[in-house]
């Protein structure tokens, strides 16, 4: 089967809370392999104030394969890549292109290999609900999934 979902959580929830980030994203699902992939950016780059800004930004993916328990439960081993960092935007140091103002920025990044693991919940017939803890994230989310049985599409059963 196959499937799609979102996902959202936090990145370096265990160090102090200056440096945690909140990051919102995709997970998908083939034939038992996962993959996600969330984050967010820096929102002050094209800002048109004079100003400076300090923006949180993360990036992270993982990737795994899913293990059945039971009927409605099943775990992923997951292994990936934490981003974390801060993006300086200058709103007083700017240039003009043809996507608009650029603000001058720069950004101090921390990096990490991640591991860890996923809960997955089957909630409805193919609707499932996760939740993962890694060494520098805690994140969850809403997935449905199908299978292809005899040339149709079906919900995963």
């Known amino acids: 089967g196959w499937g799609i979902g979102f996902v959202s959580g936090g990145v370096d929830v265990n160090t102090n809370a200056n440096d945690r980030r909140a990051g919102i ?14 984050g967010w950016g820096s ?26 328990l039971w009927e409605k439960l099943r775990i992923i081993p997951l292994i990936g890549y934490s981003s974390t960092g801060t993006t300086y935007v200058d709103g007083g140091d700017w240039s003009v292109s043809s996507s608009g103002i650029n603000n001058r920025s720069s950004s101090v990044d921390k990096t990490n290999f991640d591991y860890g693991g996923m809960g997955v919940y089957r909630l409805w017939k193919h609707t499932k609900l996760s939740f993962a803890y890694t060494r520098h994230c805690i994140y969850g989310g809403i997935s449905w999934e199908w299978t292809k049985r005899k040339g149709t599409l079906r919900p995963d059963e």
């Open 25 to 38: 994203g995709i997970s998908f699902l083939y034939k038992g392999f996962y993959a996600d992939l969330y």
């Open 43 to 68: 929102s002050h780059e094209n800002d048109v104030r004079v100003q400076t800004w300090a923006d949180k930004t993360c990036f992270t993916m993982h990737f795994g394969y899913q293990i059945p």
